[in-house]
């Protein structure tokens, strides 16, 4: 089992890059009818409910949840909420917790609280992908997974059986979300659907925007609460998403998307015509995009709103907002701000530009300018961005997010199949992952082994960079964030990188252990680049084989988890998800409390032969690669989010064995030996060492697995033979006498 991808955000510093963990392909945003399963629950100190029964809130929600998705996706996500049938549970629908309304509830929780009720009820979860538990407390809560799916332990409907903290559990994949029944309101909508809608919207991979956001012990401001249902503002009638959000989500049009900038050679003066994404009819303009960077991962969003009955806006016109996806660290997110209109200063919801109101950025030249409004809802938008004399460079490198939890642009190359060789590539030769594994040295032996160490920097501004230093790091797993934690391996220095340009280089790396490795990228910040948040990247270094056995053999992984929170503890869940058919997991434990600034250790079993004591799966061959996934998660807010995992690629391999020979002649050496399973064209490592000195040689198997290297060294110390391993076949490696 090779696995890849792994660990772990808070081991090798920390993500808060919302994951779109398990079954992505089958679990879309995307869908008209997701099934949604509401399991009402009562506190043991609340008697009574707002709603008499769980089917009233299932009519309530199917009419006014669906009225709002409708109308925010264009009728391309809305939602089928059914309840316990009849027979199964209370009359009412409402099954009763044994815990009062005081203790702490969570989604990590529910398996606790809630899953092992419906359980014992026989509740049927066959075909639902989602899950909205509805407490009757009347104060106001909502939590959900951003864009998360979880294994919940269910009776039937199970996809899968697992081993959790030692108890064998079936489960189902689900998303998850929590609301109390809270109150109905004075507005259209009855407040907890609205709630509802907000906590869906976390499900569903919308982007959270709250007065002020707090990653860590860091505030971050975040100012946009009246123009999404996704701020704060929940006892109101919901506005739609954010143009960015819909955009991102797939709810707008094809086509509907225009980008302006960067300016390149040219300054930029042009006209738009904008439509209100509130009504979506086809062939028109919904989103305006000013980025700052030809990357496109910051910049201004300008969209066209309009006052309705049924929506938050206060003030229609055009609106003009920041965002900065450029920066994965500890105390970074996806940040997004509407900017406030200066004829209005600190009213947020009056935001909105009005005919012959205009935006401008003195910094950068930039204006946006609300021209007219030809026709309700439509506003003619002119955008200016004058070239500036001096043209900032932005040298910058992609930090790694979920999924894959990976960057594109770090990747090893190991001399064990050759520099410039690869064991993971894409469709078109380039490296995929971490490229290779790195080839472990053994100093005391005379096997000192280079890897080199590849990063790729981007210059994503508008003028040349100039004298770019990027600085290479290692550390074992369990590293922080503080470089102090991490080893330097070497500096590459780029004299002069174009602007819309990418540069190469690599350090040589030794490495001398076997244990999970992390290793990083960073730019050194230069005064006069256009954004330093995205000067940093990191990447796992981990990787096994496993062969056949019988079942297919297990692989066991301790893992450490870093809180994020050095003033708070944090509970932390792992979840484990995207598992091929019949293939089980073990968490031991799945969840824990980590106190603050601390860690605890985690262990991950994964099983490609399924739950012990059972059946194999059929289907699997030596060859076939899984991709679960492991993401460790937490509470943030409202949400429980992701604050670190690993994309496991998961590759069945035939064992292979290695043997050689040697024999010496004055000052020549001659090795000889096989390769098993016999496959011809198969690259063969094989390494002399001599004193200090150390040769090597690669060879190629014939039909029969031999291969054979001459030296024209004599007497050796040491000869070894390695083999990195094929798409179906395990490596190996010995030593030859």
């Not at 935001?351 to 401008?360: M, P, R, Y």
Request: proline share 6%; charged share 15%.
């Amino acid at each position: 089992m090779k696995i890849r991808r792994m660990w772990m955000s808070a081991l090798c510093g920390l993500s808060f890059s919302h994951a779109s963990t398990a079954w992505a392909a089958e679990r879309s945003h995307i869908g008209t009818g997701q099934k949604v399963m509401v399991v009402c629950v009562k506190f043991s100190d609340i008697p009574t409910t707002r709603l008499p029964t769980c089917a009233s809130w299932v009519a309530l929600l199917n009419g006014q949840v669906n009225q709002f998705y409708n109308a925010a996706t264009g009728g391309r996500t809305n939602f089928q909420f059914q309840g316990p049938p009849t027979g199964i549970g209370p009359n009412s629908g409402w099954f009763q917790m044994s815990i009062p309304s005081s203790t702490a509830f969570f989604l990590d929780g529910l398996g606790q609280h809630v899953m092992p009720i419906v359980t014992a009820a026989n509740l049927d979860f066959t075909g639902f992908d989602r899950m909205l538990i509805i407490t009757n407390n009347t104060s106001f809560f909502g939590q959900a997974g951003q864009a998360a799916f979880s294994d919940w332990q269910v009776a039937y409907g199970g996809e899968r059986t697992i081993n959790d903290s030692g108890t064998i559990k079936s489960v189902r994949t689900m998303s998850g979300a929590i609301v109390h029944e809270w109150q109905q309101g004075q507005v259209q909508y009855d407040l907890a659907a609205v709630n509802v809608i907000h906590e869906l919207g976390h499900n569903l991979g919308s982007r959270n925007h709250y007065g002020n956001l707090y990653i860590g012990d860091t505030g971050e401001q975040s100012v946009i609460d009246y123009w999404t249902v996704m701020g704060a503002n929940v006892n109101i009638n919901p506005a739609h998403f954010t143009a960015f959000d819909k955009h991102s989500r797939g709810w707008l049009p094809p086509n509907s998307l225009v980008s302006l900038g960067p300016p390149i050679g040219a300054s930029i003066d042009n006209t738009i015509t904008l439509r209100s994404h509130e009504t979506q009819p086809g062939g028109s303009t919904y989103y305006l995009r000013i980025p700052f960077t030809s990357d496109g991962l910051s910049g201004y969003a300008v969209e066209a709103r309009r006052a309705g009955s049924e929506d938050n806006v206060q003030e229609p016109g055009v609106v003009v907002s920041a965002y900065d996806e450029s920066g994965v660290g500890p105390n970074d997110t996806a940040r997004y701000r509407v900017q406030q209109d200066t004829t209005s200063p600190g009213f947020v919801q009056q935001s909105a530009l009005e005919v012959g109101d205009q935006f401008v950025d003195a910094q950068r030249n930039i204006s946006v300018k609300n021209v007219a409004n030809p026709v309700p809802g439509q506003y003619t938008v002119r955008v200016q961005w004058t070239l500036p004399a001096n043209q900032r460079p932005d040298p910058a490198i992609l930090a790694w997010g979920a999924p894959p939890w990976e960057t594109p642009d770090i990747w090893i190359d190991s001399e064990r199949n050759g520099y410039g060789t690869f064991k993971n590539i894409d469709a078109l030769g380039n490296p995929t992952g971490n490229g290779d594994e790195p080839w472990v040295s053994f100093p005391s032996e005379g096997l000192n082994r280079y890897n080199r160490l590849y990063a790729r920097v981007s210059n994503r501004g508008l003028g040349p960079a100039t004298n770019v230093e990027v600085k290479m790091y290692s550390a074992l797993a369990g590293a922080g964030a503080d470089l102090g934690q991490w080893n330097l391996v070497g500096t590459i220095l780029h004299p002069s990188i174009a602007a819309g340009m990418s540069a190469v280089g690599y350090v040589n790396w030794q490495v001398t252990g076997t244990e999970h490795l992390c290793v990083r990228a960073v730019i050194t910040t230069h005064p006069d680049e256009l954004v330093a948040t995205n000067n940093n990247a990191q990447e796992n270094v981990w990787a096994f084989d496993t062969t056949r056995g019988s079942p297919w053999k297990a692989v066991t992984q301790n893992i450490t988890v870093r809180s994020p929170y050095m003033q708070s503890s944090a509970t932390v869940r792992l979840v484990v998800s995207n598992l091929p058919s019949g293939w089980s997991y073990d968490l031991l434990p799945s969840s824990q409390i980590i106190p603050p600034g601390g860690s605890k250790n985690y262990r991950v079993v994964i099983r490609p032969g399924g739950i012990v004591g059972g059946p194999e799966p059929p289907g699997y061959d030596p060859g076939y690669l899984g991709k679960p996934r492991v993401v460790a998660v937490t509470r943030f807010g409202d949400m429980e989010i992701p604050i670190g995992g690993g994309e496991i690629w998961t590759r069945l391999v035939t064992a292979t064995s290695i043997a050689c020979s040697l024999s010496t002649t004055g000052s020549s050496t001659l090795v000889a030996g096989t390769l098993l399973p016999a496959r011809a064209g198969q690259k063969v490592a094989v390494e002399l060492v001599k004193g200090p000195a150390r040769y090597l040689v690669h060879s190629l198997t014939a039909a029969n697995g031999s291969y054979s290297a001459t030296f024209d060294v004599g007497s050796p110390t040491r000869v070894e033979s390695s083999y990195d391993g094929k798409l179906d076949l395990g490596a190996s490696s010995t030593k030859c006498n």
